[in-house]
């Protein structure tokens, strides 16, 4: 059976962030994908240059109206700009309880951009991170939520993945996956957590300037996965594959001037496909 899959996520016009680059990689890795939008956003490649607040009640009008008519098997949650936003997400999740729920803290675009209120982080921690089956955050991501400095080393990465664990609900399996593009050097490693078993996804540090969305990208996969994976180490390991080749693919695409997507389509797209 096709899965069906959820983002709640900003809209990137660009397509390499946000619920259009989720779709695509929904849609590349075998899941039906749907989408509700909780954030507008101007931008491009280059950076942020506006964001317009969506209802929070046409946001919960969205979720309960596809529910009430589409199997959700997974979802992920990305921006979504607001407190009351988040949490009202995290209100009608808990009321739906679809099996599998992947939390991107989106915090701050790759141009360094602000995508998050500071009044949400907190609303953020208490009322999403509980009910999520896993977290995504990236180094400084993770600082934020535990209000430290970002750390930069593998050994105290370790310690950062289990502080968030302590931040999950107890019931059921919940992991962190912590990334560590953040890290130096050219072997940066991942680490996946739930409370008892800690396992380190190393990974290539792929030289391209072309990674925007990456995040989004490796969330939506996940949520894809999941519900395809005998469990979530299985779907984490293959979403961390899918992303490392669509971040080798990226400088195939011609996308802007800035930071550019990642190719979503690498396994498909092959060669000049133009009509004669």
């Known amino acids: 059976m096709i899965p069906n899959a959820l983002s709640i996520a900003g809209v990137d016009p660009s397509g390499g962030a946000g619920i259009l680059a989720d779709i695509k990689a929904m849609s590349a890795l ?22 317009a607040p969506v209802p929070p009640e046409f946001v919960a009008q969205q979720i309960d109206t596809l529910f009430t008519d589409v199997r959700i098997d997974a979802v992920k949650i990305g921006m979504l700009g607001q407190q009351a936003v988040t949490r009202v997400v995290a209100e009608r999740l808990m009321h739906w309880r679809p099996a599998h729920i992947v939390l991107d803290p989106v915090m701050i675009a790759k141009s360094g951009d602000q995508l998050l209120e500071k009044a949400a982080i907190n609303e953020l921690r208490e009322s999403l991170m509980p009910v999520a089956t896993v977290i995504t955050p990236n180094l400084p991501e993770a600082g ?19 502080k968030l664990r302590r931040l999950l609900n107890d019931n059921g399996e919940r992991w962190v996956f912590l990334k560590g593009g953040h890290l130096p050097g050219n072997d940066p490693t991942d680490i996946l957590h739930n409370g008892d078993q800690l396992f380190e996804l190393p990974g290539e540090r792929i030289h391209t300037r072309n990674t925007h969305g990456t995040g989004c990208t490796l969330s939506a996969a996940l949520a894809a996965l999941l519900p395809q994976s005998a469990n979530l180490p299985e779907a984490a390991r293959k979403a961390k594959a899918y992303l490392q080749e669509a971040i080798r693919h990226a400088d195939e695409l011609q996308v802007g001037e800035g930071h550019g997507p990642v190719h979503h389509f690498h396994a498909w797209w092959q060669g000049d496909r133009r009509p004669e």
């Not at 075998?30 to 964001?51: C, E, F, M, S």
């Not at 939520?145 to 289990?162: C, F, Q, T």
């Open 30 to 51: 075998g899941a039906y994908g749907t989408a509700v939008v909780a954030a507008l956003t101007a931008q491009n490649t280059r950076g942020v240059t506006g964001i």
């Open 144 to 162: 934020v939520l535990l209000e430290m400095s970002p750390v930069d080393n593998l050994k105290e990465m370790r310690r950062v993945a289990e």
